[in-house]
């Protein structure tokens, strides 16, 4: 059921990204036979002048009118199907693709078993604005997460603001967070926070309230040392034992959950020895266990110039806010992004968290 509701939801995808695709397509050969029949009577001195330019051009318009009405047509046809496709595939979905607010997470359970994908948030055109498309990501995650806080203002939405300049940012990485520790088993997820100059420890007090972080977040600058070399030791570690072939003979009581690290108004506290362990965590730790969430915004970075080039670019940026960054792979559409939020008020990832925190005390997390 996992894998045939994944695969459904990509295949909502497709269809839209080719709809949309075949939509424009016609419209754009619309407009280009109206401007071309359009020269053409300018082009003829006979047509000019009298009626007959005006009879012309009006027949030209009338042709694109019903090109273009005819793609809508089609369009319209195809974005219905979707839609009702949509609303009976969302009502199916299981926690780890559901929206925050589906009734799935009342009966919320911590699984046995990681699931095949994790939703982030949706996926939108400007044409079918109506029919969202859950953004689905493979577990375990092969790439690094980015919270772009540089990107957190949204015309006339209030909350942007609510804490700070860029607390929408980190609340999204609290949302994501959730959902990775809600999507593995019982002590399986391990998650350790970074914020050096401590200005997100108002909002990172829910996972502390809740018991499912490793240690309290960490602050300063020898924190954040302390922190990133346990975790590339980790990662050489294990490098070397799958390496020589020796995965089971990990040293006694290693724990071999999956770790995250959530890394929190970068570069604060990083000095160059911390940003190149970062780098190698980003670049080898998906493949070894360890896992990045990184809440920054890239100008904040800009005194390094294009050394952390390559670290953007091996991250997925997101959004705290609706954004149409993401390009697919088929047509090259700009996708708009919308991050998987919890509705205001709401008790649903409090609630989640406290299950999460209950399991991991069971198994002596």
Request: glycine share 8%; hydrophobic share 45%; proline share 7%.
């Amino acid at each position: 059921m996992d894998e045939r509701l994944y695969n459904q939801v990509w295949g909502m995808f497709e269809d839209l990204a080719r709809s949309v695709a075949a939509y424009r397509s016609a419209v754009a050969f619309a407009d280009s036979r109206l401007e071309k029949e359009l020269d053409q009577v300018l082009s003829d001195p006979r047509a000019r002048v009298g009626g007959q330019g005006d009879t012309a051009r009006e027949s030209a318009r009338a042709r694109h009118e019903r090109l273009v009405a005819r793609a809508q047509e089609v369009l319209d046809r195809d974005l219905a199907q979707l839609a009702t496709e949509a609303e009976a595939v969302e009502a199916a979905l299981p926690p780890a693709y559901a929206r925050w607010d589906s009734p799935v997470w009342h009966g919320y359970r911590v699984p046995v078993e990681m699931p095949m994908a994790l939703r982030l948030g949706d996926l939108r055109l400007p044409e079918a604005g109506h029919v969202p498309i859950p953004m689905l990501v493979r577990l375990p995650l092969e790439r690094g997460l980015w919270i772009d806080s540089g990107h957190t203002e949204s015309p006339g939405d209030p909350s942007a603001d609510a804490h700070g300049p860029r607390s929408l940012a980190l609340e999204t990485a609290v949302a994501h967070t959730a959902r990775l520790l809600a999507a593995h088993p019982a002590g399986g997820f391990t998650v350790h926070a970074v914020d050096a100059a401590g200005s997100g420890a108002r909002t990172l007090a829910r996972l502390v309230r809740a018991g499912v972080l490793a240690a309290p977040p960490t602050v300063g600058a020898r924190g954040v040392a302390d922190v990133l070399t346990r975790l590339t030791q980790r990662v050489d570690l294990v490098h070397m034992a799958v390496r020589g072939g020796a995965a089971d003979s990990l040293p006694p009581g290693f724990d071999t959950s999956r770790q995250l690290l959530i890394v929190h108004d970068f570069p604060r506290g990083f000095d160059d020895r911390a940003v190149n362990q970062l780098r190698y965590l980003a670049d080898e730790g998906p493949s070894y266990g360890v896992h990045l969430m990184m809440v920054a915004d890239r100008e904040d970075c800009a005194g390094y110039g294009p050394l952390l080039d390559p670290l953007w670019r091996g991250l997925l940026r997101l959004t705290p806010v609706a954004d149409d960054h993401l390009a697919d792979p088929w047509v090259g559409h700009a996708w708009t992004y919308e991050p998987a939020l919890v509705t205001p008020g709401s008790q649903v990832l409090a609630r989640v968290l406290d299950r999460v925190a209950a399991a991991r005390r069971s198994v002596g997390r």
